[in-house]
């Protein structure tokens, strides 16, 4: 029975198993027949719409914006790339100038790694001593005749400079001379001796610069050539080192490297607006600030480098002020606007003039002045022995006055103590140093802050010379010893610079320019 039974159920479980196979089907084939229906239908549908479908078109090129393009073609041809050898020397602590020591808690100029970084100053990479050292910058043509404007970092301590064109194959290099330099606003003026006219750029005016106007940046970062980016004007009026008076920048995010320094920052008619010049970056490439030197300053130092004397004179009318804005100041004063004097120098321009401690000057020759660089900028622009119009305020009441301007160098000559010669002006003592130094005057002294009766001043500093490369002297600062002797006088220098040697290691205690009054740093370096 048991074998029955199970033949039984299997072909129960048979039979029930060919039926759901062929209901299983049954469904398939109809879903299948129906999605093929279904299919049909909607092709013809869909046929239908194709009909009516409009193509998709791609618009000509003329149609989509060109500016960029445009102006990039026409700037082009007139940035030049800059290429410069000199030979390393060796690596020394030396200061970088105008920047202010840090004190013992570790504080000192915040740009200080920046331009190290960028500029390859003693904490950026060095190069072994005696090698040929090159570099690349990047200038822009200003005149036909070959006169190309970048700045003075580019060429600074360059033995030999050499020009590439970009409308010229690649390694065809011109030697270039250099015109005439300026510190203050790190501008130089080079010349090449093409056989033909060049290319050359059109200025602009960067007083129409605001923040958001569209800016593009040429030049040639790492050595890339021809390199455009764009961005827009970030700030306007930037002070990047407070000690340049003369350096008011404008800010782009524009794309700016090492490299680009020199290079023209161009507006949307195609007209140089800026010369870049620095970066700010942590990492020693572009995070988003860069700066550039305005074109109206940038024209005024040219037009003095390409005049017969190739330097920059600056106007100047003799009164000192607070670098920053000070709100209880001017309330103090009742003054809303303008520069509040505090000190008239004694036979200067404004003494002459009538102009007080406490009065506030509003503006130059109609043209308002909020702060001291702005008052700096009008005044440092006007030539020397030209007359101004100041307007000002005493006691809260408006006044004028006419000044006549003063060679800026020779007003303050004596703070240097220089002179302008004559019967009882000895010649300072020339130094094997690199430098010459004067007698301190009680006068001086107590203007810079320094001892009285300590020390001699720094008059001039010879370019590439030991005091320059390795000390980091500039003028006015005061030294006050030498290897540990005291020096108070011309004879006292004079003694001990005589008993210096070749290959002797050389350290001065010094009160750097421009520094607080009672500062004192050391400068150190082996004589050649």
Known sequence: MEPQSGSWLQRIKSRRYLSTLTITLTLAVGILIGTVVSREVKGKENANLSADATPLQVPAP??????????????EPAVVNINTESTIKPPTNRRRRGAPQGDDNGNGDPFQDFFDRFFGGPNGPQAPEGMRERSLGSGVIVDPR??????????????????????????????????????ETDLAVVKIDGKRELPSAKLGNSDSMQVGDWVLAIGSPFGLNSTVTAGIVSATGRNIVPQRQFQSMIQTDAAINPGNSGGPLVNMHGEVIGINTAIFTEGAGYEGVGFALPSNVAAKVYNQLISPDHRVSRGSIGVEFNAQPNPALAQVYGVKSGVIVSNVRAGGPADQAGIKQGDAITSVDGKP???????????????????ATLAFLRNGKPQEATVTIADRAKLYSDLLGENEGGPESPAPTESKLGLSVGNL???????????????????????????????????????????????????????????????????????????????TVFAAGTLP
């Open 62 to 75: 003329e149609q989509l914006s060109n500016t960029f393009s445009r102006i990039a073609k026409q700037m």
């Open 146 to 183: 070959g006169y190309i404007l970048t700045n003075n970092h580019v060429v600074e301590r360059a033995d030999r400079i050499r020009v590439q064109l970009q409308d010229e194959p690649e390694g065809v290099l011109h030697d270039a001379k250099v015109i005439g330099v300026d510190r």
């Open 369 to 387: 002045v909020k702060n001291g660089d702005e008052l700096v900028g009008e005044i440092s622009g006007l030539k020397p022995g030209s007359k």
């Open 441 to 519: 005057t009680p006068d001086v002294a107590s203007r810079l802050g320094t001892p009285p009766g300590k020390g001699v001043i720094v008059q001039d500093v010879k370019n590439g010379s030991f005091a320059d490369e390795d000390l980091g002297l500039q003028r006015g600062d005061v030294i006050l010893e030498v290897n540990r002797k005291p020096v108070n006088s011309e004879d006292d220098f004079r003694k001990v610079q005589a008993e210096l040697k070749s290959g002797e290691a050389v350290a001065l205690l010094i009160h750097p320019s421009r520094s607080r009054p009672g500062t």
